[in-house]
T-cell receptor
Framework: KAGVTQTPRYLIKTRGQQVTLSCSPI?????VSWYQQTPGQGLQFLFE???????NKGNFPGRFSGRQFSNSRSEMNVSTLELGDSALYLC?????????????FGPGTRLTVT | AQSVSQHNHHVILSEAASLELGCNYS??????LFWYVQYPGQHLQLLLK??????LVKGIKGFEAEFIKSKFSFNLRKPSVQWSDTAEYFC????????????FGKGTRLSVIA
């Protein structure tokens, strides 16, 4: 079975721009969670989607949004980028809801905002 | 709000030394507990998890963790580390009920030297 894939792997954007990141979960997995990983803050939960519905949301501003499609693929969008948005964005998928069991992580998208 | 503390930011050990990484959480109810590991250049992966039952859980690669409810702790241990254990280790917790997302600690970087 293929693992969780994320595209693109690296991205450089300018302040004020917007960006869309994509995540394809493991086949059959219905839950997709997004995390922001930075050296200072570690992993911080952004949101979780389950069967196309946002199930949980972390403490991030409204510039961060996401969605999930009927095939469970998910996208995350960040509008009006700020320098502080530079981070590794990780996607994780699981069979059921994220908190019920094991999550499988993708390699991440490294976003640099200049 | 839940929080997870990993007190050691960076641990350096010689091969064959014993390892104990601390993890404390701040939620008083029933919790699920996890340890994830991120080897250099690899994805985050699950080491072990505790949901209920025997508080001493065994994971992959000889790791184990003990849940001590009275101390709100879930420390990770390994009797004899190897160079290949060099990685970053993350403790995570969520409420056992209510499908809440995982809250991660900031991670402990382990460097094992020959």
């Amino acid at each position: 079975k293929a693992g969780v894939t994320q595209t693109p792997r690296y991205l450089i954007k300018t302040r004020g721009q917007q960006v869309t990141l994509s995540c394809s979960p493991i086949s059959g997995h219905r839950s997709v969670s997004w995390y922001q990983q930075t050296p200072g803050q570690g992993l911080q939960f952004l949101f979780e989607y389950f069967s196309e519905t946002q199930r949980n949301k972390g403490n991030f501003p409204g510039r961060f949004s996401g969605r999930q499609f009927s095939n469970s693929r998910s996208e995350m969008n960040v509008s009006t980028l700020e320098l502080g948005d530079s981070a590794l964005y990780l996607c994780a998928s699981s069979l059921g809801a994220s908190g019920e069991g094991r999550q499988y992580f993708g390699p991440g998208t490294r976003l640099t905002v200049t | 709000a839940q929080s997870v503390s990993q007190h050691n930011h960076h641990v350096i050990l010689s091969e064959a030394a014993s390892l104990e990484l601390g993890c404390n959480y701040s939620y008083g109810g029933t919790v699920n507990l996890f340890w994830y590991v991120q080897y250099p250049g690899q994805h985050l992966q699950l080491l072990l998890k505790y949901f209920s039952g025997d508080p001493l859980v065994k994971g992959i690669k000889g790791f184990e963790a003990e849940f001590i409810k009275s101390k709100f702790s879930f420390n990770l241990r390994k009797p004899s580390v190897q160079w290949s254990d060099t990685a970053e280790y993350f403790c995570a917790v969520n409420r056992a009920s209510g499908n809440t997302p995982l809250v991660f600690g900031k991670g402990t970087r382990l460097s094992v030297i020959a």
